[in-house]
């Protein structure tokens, strides 16, 4: 063995613990004594970092130092800090303003020159002192959680904005999808990666390390982007399941007591949770490229995998419904109407349909269930295909997907019994197709028409067949 | 990423199920069809293998199919091959006899042709095919499990002895301690390599993942021997505390919510759990290996350690402490037994004691607590340094730390208060002081005239000073 | 083995062959086929990746064809290419001018919206595609490429220059130094890693593989910047001799047949060699950088290790002084001249000074030599401390040394003989000292007052002590 | 960078280069003082570690020290400690005779434990040294390199036979094929790994690196088989190319300037090299298992191949013929011999024939290099497959390959027109087809009646069509 490996390990690691504990806002500097933001020495320690004046590699070792501070410091302080960024240093508008006219009415000959003052009189001063946090062992990071932070308290302080959009600018520039490596994720990997599945899981939480174990067995995968320069910080992941035909119910996608499937006689993937792992990201999309890539990948190593599905929740669906009927709209076919009427042993259907799914006590009466069943999930089909809202659909997950060029391919039955999802969609989860050869036309007429693609079986289920 | 990672992993790890399937004895082969023990087919098999007669190439390949079966048997179908091969393909007895007549007479111009022979009669047929199956994807860790196997029959079934001993033979030049690898265990190591730690730990019982992540904090470190054909399986390893003094209760160190520690300022490494974590390499002894490298490692990553030791559990200090009693053997002294009886209202110092310690109540009361830390502490290290058993100290895991040249060190009071301990030992456990510049000595010491090492406290311990 | 291995080589390798092929002008496409530049059709493909009307999954799958249809491009085809996307896909003039005007004039409320549309205005439509083309398997290196090739044009085609500025703009982003890796080159390194070093090698080349392993041996260290996405790419390169006292011969240095020293006892590590190996990257300044990481990382590795300091060529001195001597400027102290006088048997010390140097066959008259000796290390030491241009000193690389705030520790006699060094530098070399204790305050004061840092062996050099 | 690589590096390289600098026989310890050997003092030393008494740990440190000091020792001292290991510590024979008589006279209840008896004087003292060496960082090339050694001068020493006969059965247990890795060798490869390609080659000496790069190009394929505990030093390895339709010339191959094919529409596979490359392994034989998991590696990456074959010396070629004729025995057919008569313008063709094959300047002269054609590519072809001694081919390159169950594939003509080939195989080489479905018939055919495979191209070209 190396005897270097260990301390490798604790360089990195003791960084990232003081990351952490920074963060989390316990208030120790290295020797453990406290340390707070003083705006008159942070200022001047920030001038310095900008005025370089010891060179840039100096100034690097400065902003090192500041950033490493900021970490030692407890949340308000972290504030101060923010709020001082935001507001000292960010553009000269009145050099803005002057060099935006100089352009306006520069004449040929000095056009070049007038954009080239306006281009530099575009760029905070901060801007380079964030580009010089890069040099922290986990600058990136750094620099992501600072985004984070600013995300939490823009909206009580909108003088954060400008700070929030070089922050932007910066990450969308670094974190550019070109950059982002695509890595499985399995039950060989490091335990402090893995744990951060479970804290990150934002869709079906993961319960412990054998749920977690079950969902990285021999017929799932599970993938994720990272960025290069953190390399222990998934950006986003997807967990797959390889089964047989269309999977209809998350719970035995769920049951770590069931045997794993045979991965190799699998024709479906199923992608059954994508969760953004980095609150400081947020804005910047990869969950297309992510769901391509893993197709692609799938594709390859498994050429028996025929289709590429989700299984999703469908999160706005009840709202609608309610809203639709709220709005004195019918909602039922006469057929439904009549079997609900029978089922309830009352003459209108419509009431008894708006009495039956006020509560979701009907889940426990198989035949008021099964009653539902039918207008349910028509309903839910209609929901997803029609509803719009400024041209897209309604429903934020459905918007998603279909932006992404998948279709509709069919709507489950008593998917997900959880309270939660008995509550929102009535039990319904959506399986979306995702066929390489169709996502582009489907993206296209989604973005063009706001053209809803759909399997046969959804335009039958719609049409009440 | 590369497409390939997911099929390796999927490979190395399909071939594991398999072998966990046939281990946990599931009667299925690959196409899910039972498969059953035949004598006449398996030794028409095995004599294929033996013979080669298309070559060893192809006869490794039929080896393999043999051992690929073997897994794939329940545990009676694999007693039925061990039982085979222990007995109809051992020595040819009487070939031996010829050649061993034959060497003792021959002339000295035969006696090398003569002593080949001897040599050749000796090696029992069924080494060659043991040897075979090392082509096996884990063909180390197929013969490792296969001596589990006779290990656990070999009771009732003595037959089996010429087999172990082959086995034996084998892995003992195959894992000769040159070939084994020192590597750090972090809570950075692959999921599944750390999931081997819980199920192997043998001394303090690791009871979650949370637990397992306490004890590879930044203030600990966890070394393991693997062999290279082995990658994923520890063969032995051991778990270290870094503090500042010896540490004297195993309480503390377990706590999976105290803070970390400094391990920067530690000088102390506290050797607190070392586990076997193979049943088929009973007898092969690396735990002496291990210490030392460890010693070495830590010294030379973090040159503020001093003192190296253990905290160890004394095994046999009550039953020691009965039988000596119980043959009459006074056990206090005057003043001990006069201290007891005072604390006990009773007369009688040495009845009152063994009164005392006739169950585990006494723990619960300070003062009869207090009456008797100082005779047990004292018996503890009469038990440690003077008990012996055919010229080796008598508590077994004092004889291995004192086999390595440790010297006991210190004996610690309410060390370790499960109720477990508090019945074997009494709640004591004991430091094992490992100087790399004594070891050498007090090994010799200890096996050629059995003296026990011991530190000047032990000694005025010991004359109850 | 992993059977996968090949194949990723393969591909990786497919992938970069087909660059070279591309980048050497072969005009042939993956099946062979000649394919040439067509404006219409190219045109159309940049808008589509533009519109990204099928999402911008996809409109990076087309940017990816077409770059690696620029790569199959000959030399003539590519210039089209960089000129069209120079030309038609820059700043829309007319929208920069109304959106300045507009925020000239912007009321406080509107100020913010009208800043915004600037921003957007002046981001060209090419820097989208410039992006999109990061996705190729060698994306970065396309783009750093790409830059070269402008370059290469630059001067004869000056449309070219908002194209250069983009790409100079994104790299500069994604070349941050914070980015860069630092990695340790070893004769253990990959071939077609080292085989680059040959190729890149710019001070002093290297002419066979026996030279390298040479400058690879155990006292020697060679590092390079690497980015995350060029992990076969060195960025810039350093080469290190570990010797005990200062070095002043480059000759020793590169003696293949010189026995390696023992690094372990080295004071002192001579940066003898460093080298930019991507022209697409100039003016992006790496070198201090560079340096300053090493002399941390050897540092660390090697405590006794105390000098830190180049041995480098002084490309200008020659240049200098006889531009001195043209403009009638004495050089010569009269101690100096007097004794060139007597060497030279004549009365003139100046004009024989002329003669002397005006070839360079003194270097082969030891008396000749002998007599140049102190004039024309005092004269090195003058031009590299004393003459400047624009505040800067005016030899290059006694530039880049002053600025990182590195000293002129030693000129050194017959450092390099090599005609074409006697040609320019009269056989001298320098070393310039790296105290990372003076670093920054060098710096500064060479930046702010341009005063030059020196050792005092210098000082007296100058003085003619 | 982790700083440690360097240090990894250096250490693993130090050791290595005082290895080298051992075996290269200069007399140096660590400090550099000349260091010979003393028999009394070894002897005490070797008996220290026998006895082990400070404990099997210190033992091995204590033979650590022994074998490095053994490294420093010049060759004579080598070959002194090696005579002392071989004449001093090897089996006790009376004690051996002893056991064995009473093991021929033991009781049916005694018969093991004499057994057991017999088995332990079989163990020469010497083998548990041999043994502790294995700690040594390179312990097993230590062994390996040791044997080269002992084979070396065993033929003037036969006293070290015995010696031999331990280190042999030692490397084949630590060297069964199990053990071996197989890795593919490009171009991506380590240079000090590359080197050693270069220096092992045995069968087409490699001239330089470029030609080196050409055996790694994108058409071709090396493998070679690594010891886990000797990962930097190859065991055996092979040089492959892919090609369209049988290879028959080995110019063609090794042309550095012919450019490389494509690897994925190859459908023959063509070793055109093996080489073992560790001279203290001769005797354990893993070409066949090479060549087999090759052939199954490439058939797996590379699913087009359908053809596996060498391309092959005949050595003995010409010996066999001359002995043949010069026995008195006709080779020529009557057609034959017409036409070479024709051809030479003679009347008696044998007599031509002779006259023309006694050099090789026949090669030179297209009608006589025309006239030999028929009868020398016939002749080939009968002694490979007709030429018998003790029952195997008499080639013993033939032999290998038909033992590992191939067939006479094709016989080449002109196929290397070296002066060295001309002479011994008159320019012909051999394709042995490797098919894995009848890899184990072949086998069996050959080893047990000789019958050697052969295409059907041979069977006609033996029978003259």
Redesign the interface.
């Known amino acids: ?10 360089r990195a ?2 960084r990232l ?1 003081r990351v952490w504990q920074g963060i989390a806002g316990k208030p120790t500097t290295e020797d453990g004594a406290p340390f707070r933001f003083d705006a008159r020495r942070v200022a001047a320690k920030i001038d310095e970092c900008l005025a370089a ?6 100034a ?1 070792t400065q902003a090192a130092e500041l950033g490493e501070t900021y970490l030692a410091w407890n949340e308000r302080d972290r504030s101060e800090f923010l709020r001082l960024l935001a507001t000292h240093y960010g ?1 000269d ?1 009145d050099r ?3 060099s ?2 100089a ?2 009415s520069a004449s040929e000959a000095d ?1 070049a020159d007038a ?1 080239a003052a ?2 530099r009189a ?1 760029i905070a001063p901060r801007v380079r002192l964030l ?1 010089q946090f ?3 062992p986990q ?2 990071k750094f620099l992501v959680d600072m985004r984070a932070e600013v995300q939490r308290s823009i909206k009580r302080e909108p003088a954060l904005a400008p700070l929030e959009r070089d922050l932007k600018d910066l990450l969308a ?2 974190f ?4 982002l ?4 994720i ?9 744990e951060k599945l479970i804290a990150y899981e934002a869709v079906h939480a993961i319960g412990s ?1 054998t749920d977690l ?1 079950n969902r990285l067995d ?1 017929d799932r ?1 599970c993938y994720a982007f990272f960025h ?2 953190m390399p ?1 910080e998934p950006i986003i992941f997807i967990e797959v399941a390889l089964v047989q035909g269309l999977a209809g119910s998350i719970h035995a996608l769920l049951d770590e007591n069931a045997p794993a499937g045979d ?1 190799a006689r699998a024709d479906t993937a199923i992608f059954y949770s994508i969760s953004n792992a980095q609150k400081g990201l947020v804005g910047l999309d990869f969950g ?2 992510l769901i ?1 890539r893993v197709v692609e ?1 799938l594709s ?2 498994l050429p028996r995998l025929k289709t590429f599905a989700t299984l999703s929740p469908i999160p706005g669906f009840r709202a609608w419904l309610e809203e639709t009927m709220g709005a004195g709209r019918p909602v039922l076919t006469a057929a439904e109407a009549q079997t609900i009427a029978g089922a309830a042993g009352q003459s209108d259907g419509a009431a008894a349909f708006a009495a039956l799914i006020a509560d979701e006590s009907w889940a426990e009466h198989p035949t008021q269930a099964e009653a539902l069943r039918v207008p349910i999930l028509r309903l839910g089909a209609t929901y997803l295909t029609e509803a719009k809202s400024g041209g897209r659909a309604r429903d934020r997950v459905a918007n998603f997907h279909l ?3 998948a279709r509709v391919e069919r709507v489950n039955w008593m998917a997900n019994r959880s309270p939660e999802n008995l509550k929102r969609a009535f039990g319904l989860m959506v399986n979306y197709g995702y066929d390489l050869g169709e ?3 489907n ?2 007429g989604y ?2 028409e706001g053209r809803v693609a759909m399997s046969p079986a959804v335009k039958a289920l719609l049409k009440g067949r």
């Open positions: 063995m190396t005897d270097e490996t260990p301390s490798r390990f604790d690691f003791g613990r004046r010891g060179g840039e590699v100096s690097r553009i508008r803005l303003r002057a935006a006219s352009l306006a056009v954009e306006v281009r575009l580009t890069n040099v922290l600058g990136v520039s670094w550019d999808v070109g950059f490596e695509l890595r499985r399995t039950w060989t990997s490091p335990a402090h990666l893995l390390w174990k021999f995968r290069p320069r222990d991965a297309g490229f391509k990948q390859h190593d932006s992404n060029g996502l582009e036309s993206h296209e973005r063009g």
